[in-house]
């Protein structure tokens, strides 16, 4: 770091260079200017964490999934640099669910444990709620599989050649019977298409881009509006907790 830049240093032709410079140095000038400026090095995405601990050690480091899941790669790395690494937590979240996500979630009768299902299950459950019928044809696919083995199992005492013709036609219908169910859901999601996409709608605001809405969203959205948020946020949350929580707005 120099001059107002923070610029990459990489490894060529037996020399250090800096990118977006003409700057080079053999291993030896290097490692004179890392003990004369240590100032002018600042780690990359892959040391900050080894850099952050040697400096401020901690007993742990409490941080949200995706923190921890970044954590856990570097442990080889400390063990290497003989860093200590810190007890690793993972810190609770939290849900957001605004009045108008609420009426939806209250006529659909979609309860939170159910935002925690794929999208297309959750609408696949919805469906079946609604239409009071079993959507998936599971057991009627394991009974044809049975009932063509039992026949190949025949075709092949009279013949041994037949048995792979009756499997091969039992895959054929198989694939029909998966079709058909899969039409079934179709028709269904096309007579409760509002309702799906209302689904949609929110899956999309509580998991933008199918992840945690506190990776997206910002939490002064919501304190413009809810004044008492902040206090009810600290006077709920146990950080050292793992669990998800909701709070209606």
């Known amino acids: 770091m120099a001059d107002q830049s ?13 990118v977006n410079s003409n700057l080079s140095f053999s291993l030896e000038s290097m490692l004179d200017e890392l003990h004369t400026n240590p100032e002018r090095f600042s780690p990359n995405v892959i ?11 901690n007993i742990a480091y409490v941080g949200g999934g995706g923190e921890v899941s970044y954590w856990l790669e570097r442990k080889q790395q400390f063990e290497y640099f003989g860093v200590f690494y810190p007890c690793i937590i993972r810190r609770n979240s ?15 009768h979609i309860k939170e444990e159910d935002l925690l299902k ?35 199992e025949k075709a092949k005492a009279v013949d041994p050649t037949l048995e792979p013709f009756v499997l091969s036609e039992a895959s054929k219908v198989i694939k029909l019977t998966e079709s058909i169910e899969a039409r079934i859901k179709r028709s269904l ?3 409760e298409e509002t309702s799906v996409n209302q689904i949609k709608a929110v899956k999309s605001k509580l998991f933008p881009n199918h992840s945690l809405q506190e990776r997206t969203d910002s939490l002064l959205q919501y304190l413009v509006t809810e004044k008492d948020l902040l206090s009810d946020l600290i006077n709920e949350l146990d950080p050292l907790e793992k669990e998800l929580l909701f709070i209606y707005l």
């Open 6 to 18: 923070r610029e990459r240093i990489y490894f060529e032709d037996g020399k250090y260079k800096i």
């Open 47 to 57: 040391m900050r964490p080894i850099f952050q601990e040697f400096v401020l050690p």
């Open 94 to 108: 939290v849900m957001l669910i605004p009045k108008n996500i609420q009426k939806i979630l209250e006529k659909l």
């Open 118 to 152: 794929d999208e297309d299950k959750l609408i696949t459950s919805y469906l079946e709620n609604v239409s009071d019928a079993d959507l998936h044809l599971k057991q009627e696919l394991a009974l044809l599989n049975d009932i063509y083995h039992k026949i190949a």
């Open 189 to 191: 999601k096309q007579k």
